[in-house]
């Protein structure tokens, strides 16, 4: 089945469990309607009466309305999630369409002088981030462009990536439960900073010392009582103790409402955490990576059970609502202190846990992400890594571009130090071949399949200079930019060991004569830093490189195939050699420039 067609069927299914659920409420309205106007019948009857009858008509009116509404939110809450999943299959059908509006361009992600994003198209509109991008969870999408903006340089990282991916894209169903998931229970980011800010506290609410006297008076008010019920004191005894372990709780009743009400606030906060982290826990064991990102939700600390905990010591403040039964348990025992005792312990046992759960929800929504990329594009392959080969691709192709114009390059980079020197004509797709190839190249690097029938490399660095402009505000000509981008490579090329760089037609910015000379030096002087990569120029002369060094330099271009009636004709397909065949004066005449 073809991820279209996935996903088709199951927004078909989807929608027909909507039309039922739909139904469904339509018949609990009408019966809470019904229940209502019963119970404003009793009520008039139990007006005529007085008494009877009436009375439990009334009481069993409420109480079945009570029901039905508690029902309603249910099928509401059922009736929310399906049409968030059908949301989730439209924006997928729509990215395989080539709809990409409505995802998130990642534009404040967007550096120019990244070594390579401004130049492989990582951010903006059509962008890669548009298409890997369906994180949910705060933070997720930044550890997602961090991903693509650092080169991970480990085989065992990126390794762990793909089969964490690969085991996700085998359930598709899964991941679609903890988008839905994630897209109800989104955190906000107040909620996001009221988690950061529980996290930073100090929550000892209590001494040692302190602590040990609220147990005194507990016990003191105990024996108190005790006395009082064998006869042995008065009463008064008994409500003495009781009057002074009221006035100790009084004491810290302004304590106690501001953190309990800083409680309550990362508990509803942290309960969106525990929906993604229930999720989770439904996912494939048998990968490492998803094995490891459960053992932090579900280790020694389990988040699911710590969250339970805390529940239930917030449950206990909120019976301070009840004024009465508030006053007589904090007289007889200081119900509210032993409370805060109590979260302090839970806060003890569990305060540094929040951040390694939420840091590994954030790293399965990424997982996620590329799972989906990696289920939306079954005919990419999984790169290998190489033991001798630098870079080898066989048929590879924009992984942006639709697949209809998309055609397939082969290129092998067998060491360091050799470097393709890209020739060929406006337009026959030089600039195109670069970018499929540093695009891809990001692709392995993160863990992602990428567009190609094989695709071996090395972890290395990367660096590009494809889009280079001056900057007026800062006073940079576009040559003097030019000169910046290229010592920054150099700069990351003597930091790095291994390093691929692709430079798309060096020196514009000065007169040709010029522009050859300083382009033969620069590639010259690369071949004493340890890099490798891809030279598009419209300078032939270039290509005496090949013959002066042989052992390094390669050319290759991209030709015109054939003119019929004045109409030039591309393949785009890499051949061997230096190009011979240029097109601007025909473009120029077919436009009525000349």
Known sequence: MTPTAYYTAVKQAVLLEQRKTQRLRNGVTTLKIAVFCSMGYFVYLLLARGTGMPLWGVAGAAAAFTALTVWDGRIVRRLERQKARIACCDTETDYIAGETDRLDRGERYADPSHAYSADLDLFGEQSLFQALNRTSFAGADDLLAEWLLTPCLSRETIRQRQEAAGALAGVPDRMLDFRVTGSLHRLTPEEAATIGAWNEERHRFFSRRTTGSLYFLNGLSAAAWLLVCFGIWPIGAGLAAFIVQLGVVGAYTARTNRIYQKADRFLKASGKVMRMVE??????????????????????????????????????????????????????????????????????????????????????????????????????????????????????????????????????????????????????????????????LVLALSGNPVCARRFVFQPMELFTSMRTTDNLARGTSYFHAELLRLKALTEAAERSGKLFFILDEMLKGTNSRDK?????????????????????????????????????????????????????????????GISRNMNASILLEQMGLI
């Open 279 to 440: 999720v989770m826990e439904q996912f494939p064991a048998g990968p490492e990576k998803l094995a490891e990102l459960r053992a932090k939700v579900s280790g020694e600390t389990n988040a699911l059970t710590a969250m339970r905990a805390l529940q239930r010591v917030m449950n206990g403040f909120d019976q301070r609502n009840n004024i009465l039964a508030a006053i007589v348990l904090n007289g007889l025992y200081m119900k509210e202190l032993h409370h805060l005792i109590a979260l302090g312990r839970w806060c003890g046992k569990y305060d540094t846990s929040m951040p390694q759960w939420m840091a590994a929800v954030r790293e399965t929504d990424v997982l996620v992400s590329m799972g989906t990329y990696r289920f939306n594009h079954p005919g990419y392959c999984l790169p290998e890594f190489g033991e001798e080969a630098l870079l080898q691709a066989e048929e590879a192709a924009h992984p942006l571009l639709r697949a209809e114009r998309n055609v397939g390059n082969d290129l092998t980079v067998a060491e360091l130090h050799d470097i393709y020197i890209v020739t060929g004509a406006n337009m026959a797709g030089k600039s195109t071949f670069l970018r499929t190839v540093g695009v891809n």
């Open 516 to 576: 050859l000379n300083g382009s033969l030096r620069f590639l010259e002087r690369l071949l004493r830093l340890p890099v490798s990569g891809l030279a598009a120029t419209h300078d032939l002369e270039l290509g005496r490189l090949a013959e002066r060094y042989p052992d390094h330099f390669r050319n290759v271009c991209f030709e015109i195939t054939h003119e019929e009636e004045g109409r030039i004709h591309y393949d785009y397909k890499l051949r061997p």
